[in-house]
């Protein structure tokens, strides 16, 4: 098996982490950040070992769980969970889209991230989203060809499968093949969404969902998909070649340059894409080492909340659970001061250099988190050392996004977010699958009002930024504790906070943690599951300047377990339709 290029930083990780585990509470240097460790005890256990699986739909888990009961590794199990998810829940993710893959190596407890990001086209300029001299409506720029960029997820998967799969890849394929050409029962979420997602409303789109009579599918119903059972079988038999020529890929061409406003994603794009194995970013949090991908993905972002939460300012305050007003208080003051740095401050490192020491260090985490307290309205970025100054940019990040973690018998783990971008991406389909809208994850406007540049702005072959942060937890030892992720646009990086906050500080089950109400506190408002606090807790929020709001951001789809010394605790989030799986 090769060796991760992380292998340094975690060793550093883990080291600093079980030295401090057994000093107390101090500060340590972790690959050139600052970071400080709380020391609580050592889980003593069995070494965490599968079958697990955690995905947004019983048809998925099953394929994935069977994947593991012959004999396949977790990479194995996430290939054919994918391929389910992309006929069974297309408007979450699919073949066509992006993906951000952690993996963890048992034998080498190496982690590594497979970055699977979707990328503009070649000629994509600053501009791709203007007409007229100004950025087209949103929902505009989603429908149109030029939304879509290289998809990445089949890559990604394919990369990492390489080196962690131990089943042949043609293997992997057969029950989405199955499911596609003999059919699949219509869920009441997806029926959903058919019949009031504006991107099912595409000619495309209308044409896959509607049965033969003139009316459309409803939940209950048998939809089959002729076209992505081919391209399964495809993908099974030539690998990720299939989607970089030939005639998969030239449909994909056709569908992104078709009218109304084509797209210029072509032949040469799809041919010249190639996934990234990038460093994992991994951090110690208490007893632990939470890993997650470095950027595009906002992972860092994640990092710097948890670090602001073990400063005195935060930690002392956190510490009252998930029944005290202040906590959660605390939290989404957290959550403000986290998302003013993550929206001015990451981006594509290829094109932009984002300050991740910076924002990990020491002084300046805990210059962040003193504000927490006295915090009125919106927040504003701070200055990370390394930082150049950006504007902050508004980029919209809405609603189709999956995520599944998994766990075989020797131990290896797989958390993936993944992701089409919108609802059904763009409504424009090939082959039998969506494609992406992920290049509306970029700002539509590559400056701002005054003039100011914009990190996340468009560029050719430009990765998007994305909230996308799957996150694998490992104890002091390098051990593999849990795994978890949620999909939710923006809202991820809030949704996975309260996983880590409820399941690592607060000690709730991860079921329960995931039942709690979500906050999602990004600029001046608070969006939460409003019916989901309570009149104590709601009143409580509200004395401190708190007045909770319908959640405008995609709800929450958290999946993931932690391990505790000889058996899964894990948990899907009853806002969708996902199960988690232990046999």
Request: aromatic share 6%; proline share 7%.
């Amino acid at each position: 098996m090769s060796k991760s290029p992380f292998r340094p930083l975690l060793v550093a990780a883990l080291a600093i982490s079980s030295t401090l585990a057994l000093a107390g509470c101090q500060t340590a240097t972790v690959g050139g950040a600052p970071v400080p460790v709380q020391a609580v005890g050592t889980p003593t256990s069995a070494p965490a070992r599968g079958p697990f699986v955690a995905a947004a739909n019983p048809l998925a888990v099953e394929a994935g769980m069977a994947v593991l009961r012959r004999g396949g590794s977790a990479v194995d199990a996430a290939v054919a969970v994918q391929a389910v998810l992309g006929l069974v829940e297309p408007q979450s993710s699919g073949l066509g889209g992006g993906a951000f893959i952690l993996v963890y190596d048992a034998d080498t407890q190496e982690v590594t991230t497979y970055d699977g990001r979707e990328t503009a086209p070649a000629d994509a300029t600053p501009e791709l989203f203007y007409e007229n001299g100004r950025p087209l409506p949103f929902f505009d720029a989603v429908l149109s060809g030029r939304s879509t960029g290289a998809p990445g997820a089949v890559a990604a998967l394919a990369m990492a499968q390489q080196t962690h799969g131990t089943l042949a890849w043609p293997s992997l394929f057969g029950d989405a093949e199955r499911l596609a050409r003999d059919g699949f029962t219509v869920s009441p979420r997806l029926a959903g969404f058919i019949a009031g997602a504006g991107q099912a409303r595409t000619r495309w789109a209308t044409e896959y969902f509607t049965k033969a009579d003139g009316t459309r599918y409803v939940a209950g119903d048998t939809l089959r998909n002729p076209a992505y059972a081919g391209t399964v079988a495809t993908i099974a038999r030539d690998g990720v070649a299939a989607l970089r020529t030939g005639p998969i890929a030239e449909a994909i061409v056709a569908a992104v340059r078709a009218e109304p406003r084509p797209g210029s994603l072509g032949a040469a794009d799809l041919a010249a894409y190639r996934p990234i194995a990038r460093d994992a970013l991994c951090r110690p949090f208490r007893a632990y080492v939470v890993c997650v991908p470095p950027p595009p993905s906002s992972g860092v972002a994640l990092l710097q909340l948890l670090a602001m939460a073990e400063s005195p300012t935060a930690a002392s305050v956190l510490a009252e659970g998930e029944t005290s007003a202040e906590a959660w208080t605390m939290f989404a003051q957290l959550q403000r001061l986290m998302y003013a740095d993550r929206d001015r401050y990451v981006a594509d490192p290829a094109f932009v250099g984002v300050p991740v020491a910076g924002l990990l260090d020491d002084d300046y985490v805990a210059s962040r988190a003193a504000l927490a307290p006295g915090l009125t309205g919106a927040a504003t970025a701070g200055t990370p050392p390394g930082g150049v100054f950006r504007a902050p940019d508004a980029t919209r990040e809405p609603v189709g996004t999956s995520h599944l973690v998994i766990v075989d018998a020797e131990g290896n783990a797989v958390s993936m977010t993944t992701t089409v971008e919108s609802i059904f991406g763009s409504g424009r389909m090939a082959a039998g699958f969506f494609l992406n809208n992920q290049l509306t994850d970029f700002s539509l406007s590559p400056t701002t009002a005054e003039g100011a540049p914009i990190a996340n702005a468009v560029a050719a072959g430009k990765r998007p930024r994305s909230s996308m942060s799957p996150v694998i937890i490992l104890d002091h030892q390098g051990r593999l504790v849990g795994a978890m992720g949620s999909p939710g646009g923006s809202a991820i990086l809030a949704y996975n906070a309260k996983g880590l906050i409820g399941t690592l500080i607060w000690g709730l089950p991860v079921q329960a943690t995931f039942d709690l109400p979500n906050l999602v506190a990004r600029g001046a408002t608070f969006g939460a599951d409003t019916s989901r606090f309570g009149p104590t807790l709601t009143e409580g929020l509200a004395r401190n300047g708190i007045t909770l709001q319908p959640n405008s951001s995609e709800t929450s789809g958290l999946h993931g377990a932690i391990w505790r010394g000889d058996h899964w605790d894990g948990g899907a989030d009853d806002r969708r339709e996902g199960v988690a799986r232990t046999e």
